[in-house]
């Protein structure tokens, strides 16, 4: 078996090669050639949840993750979200990996929202905002970057600390210019892309600010209780999702907006089935699309699988027998 690290999952597969994955394994989703259950979800006191996730696939073998959230962990220097990823024969069951389970959802989940950009988003954007800066932020800003080219990039968090620790630490390796946004209205309304990662309960921004033309992608909130968007903000949009069934039963915003009317899930179109080509995604340059995500084993399945393959072909990470 192999043991992988942090920097063996990003040396493994690059952001780009990422992207493609995703697109693949978003279309798995779609089709429904997978299985994976619905992903449990274990509150562990009032602070932090437990999230157990697992499919398989003929061609493509086994997955099994558990991961930790607890948002608090920031105030703390630590990590949000950790835990273990097994990769598995398909035909044996022989755990073949384990990896780290919170990078390996970063990576995917960033990957997953470039695809979206990829497919969904205007090709000509100037100013992209980012809202929340943990580490979802920094693979969103990455993917991002890998498919369109904004000419700056604002960041924004509650706690201004968080927003400067991003610029520095990634200032050197990006070609946009970074700020730090200290007048989120505006920033809303200037931007052409708008990605949001965050724990909230409440809408992060006012959907009313929202300019025509502009992409969103959601990636933050995982249960019912969480909300990033506002009513307005779906109301306005063309909504695109990573899994139809998924969303409807974690998606705090969709939920509470198909309550009040203002959306359907019948109108809830899965990305996979954009990136196959069964629907045009974007139609016009007004658009304002939607891209909704709670996370997939299936996404986790593809992502575990290339990095074993590449580790295997290039040697990466530490080999043990068990």
């Known amino acids: ?191 052409d892309i708008v990605i949001t990662a965050t724990n909230s309960k409440k809408p992060v921004f006012d959907g009313g600010y929202l300019r025509p033309g502009v992409h969103i992608n959601a990636i933050g909130s995982f249960k019912p209780e969480m909300r990033e968007l506002d009513a307005e903000a779906v109301a306005g949009s063309r909504i695109f999702v990573d899994s139809a069934s998924s969303v409807a039963l974690e998606a705090g915003e969709l939920m509470l907006a198909a309550r009040a009317g203002v959306t359907h899930r019948e109108d809830w179109v899965e990305l996979g089935e954009v990136v196959a080509g069964k629907h045009p995604g974007r139609i016009g340059d007004d658009d304002i699309t939607l891209f909704k995500s709670v996370g997939h084993a299936v996404l986790d399945l593809y992502m575990a699988r290339a990095v074993y393959q590449s580790a295997e072909q290039q040697a990466i990470g530490k080999r043990i027998k068990l």
């Not at 078996?1 to 992207?19: E, G, K, S, W, Y």
């Not at 035909?91 to 390996?104: K, N, Q, R, S, V």
């Not at 497919?119 to 969103?140: F, K, M, N, P, S």
């Open 1 to 191: 078996m192999r043991i992988l690290t942090v920097d063996d999952v990003h040396a493994a597969v690059p952001m780009l090669q990422a992207i493609k994955i995703m697109s693949e394994a978003a279309v798995t989703i779609h089709t429904g050639s997978a299985r994976a259950p619905e992903r449990l979800g274990i509150d562990a006191g009032d602070n932090g949840r437990l999230l157990l996730m697992g499919a398989t696939h003929t061609d493509l073998g086994m997955v099994c993750k558990t991961v930790s959230v607890f948002p608090e962990n920031r105030t703390k220097g630590l990590p949000t979200i950790t835990g273990l990823v097994q990769y598995l024969d398909g035909e044996t069951g022989e755990p073949l990996a384990i990896m780290p389970g919170g990078e390996l959802t970063a990576w995917r989940t960033g990957a997953l929202g470039g695809a979206a950009i990829d497919h969904l988003a205007r090709e000509q954007i100037d100013y992209a905002l980012i809202i929340g800066c943990g580490a979802q932020a920094v693979t969103q800003m990455q993917a991002l970057l890998a498919v369109r080219q904004p000419r700056r990039i604002g960041l924004y968090d509650r706690n201004p600390d968080f927003v400067q620790a991003m610029i520095e630490s990634n200032r050197l390796h990006v070609s946009a210019e970074l700020v730090a946004v200290d007048n989120l209205d505006r920033a809303v309304a200037d931007a």
